[in-house]
């Protein structure tokens, strides 16, 4: 068996999640399952857990168990929480990082304190004015989905801020997902050359600038039809846009799911009917299931932190894991640092 410093050392926030932090431990184990190079630092709160974690009997020599004192809770303010949040398992899990002991941090817990966190801890990026959050969202893509980018770190975004999203979506495509020259579109009201605020007009020229020097396509305007399209990879747009087109997009799967099931169950015929597509139906389901592609990267800070749905049950939180390990062997963070700094020494 690899000794813990041979492997992929990944901090786990067990307290964040809305189903409880048995079912975030039943998502580590999964990840574990399918992945034996990983070795997790387990923050966690209360008596019961090291009981819960005597039971994961698959996941023994895998962890160490770090104990805190508090959680931080879902509707704590960013600012409540960075005032109450030293000794919180967030805090600890993030801490983590910050002194080397991991490589990523993993955590379904409050965004916005995670957020205030991260920055606090880890610190922005030199050069980076406002971090995002990068999600990835169900598509016609080969791979199965899309880069947007920010979700919701920070709801305003100029041309420059803009600019710095459109490098640091290209980075985590490539390092992420081995996509080698990424298709590049900004999210506007249209695709015609006049369309959009100034700062999105001033971010197109600068992202097809950088485009000849990061290796990069840039697509030019794109709608909201086209998020979940093949004809782009990496999306971007505010954090203001970026979290209701989620979050739209997240309430759209559920009422597709839904109406599909009523309609199935309407009658004899139609239950009948449902047996007999049941694989494609499968399919279907599985290919807009938000939890095999949760996980929310942050980034622009000088750690790498993924951020699971809150709602995420054990294979969500899986997934997240997974992706996590995935930019750790990439070498994500240091990619994107140097793409940071080398964009620094470009004029605007």
């Known amino acids: 068996?690899?000794?813990?410093?041979?492997?992929?050392?990944?901090?786990?926030?067990?307290?964040?999640?809305?189903?409880?932090e048995h079912e975030v431990l039943k998502g580590i184990t999964k990840a574990y399952a399918k992945n034996k190079s990983l070795f997790f630092l387990i923050h966690g709160v209360g008596s019961k857990m090291p009981n819960l974690l005597k039971k994961q009997k698959r996941l023994t020599g895998a962890f160490r168990y770090i104990p805190a004192t508090k959680t931080v809770s879902m509707d704590e303010k960013p600012s409540q929480a960075l005032r109450n949040g030293r000794g919180t398992s967030m805090w600890r899990a993030l801490e983590s990082v910050a002194k080397g002991e991991a490589k990523v941090a993993v955590s379904c817990g409050n965004t916005g304190a995670l957020?205030?966190?991260?920055?606090?801890?880890?610190?922005?990026?030199?050069?980076?004015?406002?971090?995002?959050?990068?999600?990835?969202?169900?598509?016609?893509n080969t791979r199965g989905f899309n880069i947007v980018l920010d979700a919701g770190a920070d709801i305003k975004a100029d041309?420059?801020?803009?600019?710095?999203?459109?490098?640091?979506?290209?980075?985590?495509?490539?390092?992420?997902?081995?996509?080698?020259?990424?298709?590049?579109?900004?999210?506007?009201?249209?695709?015609?050359?006049?369309?959009?605020?100034?700062?999105?007009?001033?971010?197109?020229d600068i992202i097809l600038e950088s485009s000849k020097i990061f290796e990069f396509e840039y697509a030019g305007y794109v709608e909201g039809d086209d998020i979940p399209s093949s004809k782009i990879d990496v999306i971007v747009t505010d954090g203001f846009t970026g979290n209701i087109a989620l979050k739209t997009g997240e309430g759209t799967a559920t009422l597709v799911r839904t109406l599909l099931k009523e309609t199935f169950a309407f009658s004899v015929m139609a239950r009948l009917a449902s047996f007999l597509a049941l694989k494609p139906l499968r399919t279907l389901r599985k290919r807009i299931d938000p939890r095999r592609v949760n996980g929310g990267v942050f980034l622009g800070l000088n750690g790498t932190i993924v951020k699971s749905h809150g709602g995420a049950d054990s294979t969500g939180i899986s997934a997240a894991i997974t992706l996590a390990h995935k930019l750790a062997q990439n070498d994500f963070q240091k990619n994107l640092t140097n793409k940071i700094l080398y964009q620094k020494k470009i004029p605007n």
């Open 159 to 204: 041309s420059q801020d803009l600019h710095q999203y459109a490098l640091m979506g290209i980075s985590y495509a490539k390092s992420g997902f081995n996509i080698k020259n990424p298709r590049v579109g900004l999210l506007n009201v249209g695709t015609e050359g006049h369309k959009g605020r100034s700062e999105l007009q001033k971010a197109a």
């Open 1 to 20: 068996m690899l000794g813990e410093k041979a492997k992929t050392i990944i901090a786990i926030d067990c307290m964040g999640g809305d189903l409880g």
């Open 115 to 140: 957020m205030a966190m991260s920055m606090v801890q880890l610190r922005k990026i030199d050069g980076v004015n406002r971090p995002a959050i990068a999600v990835l969202w169900p598509s016609t």
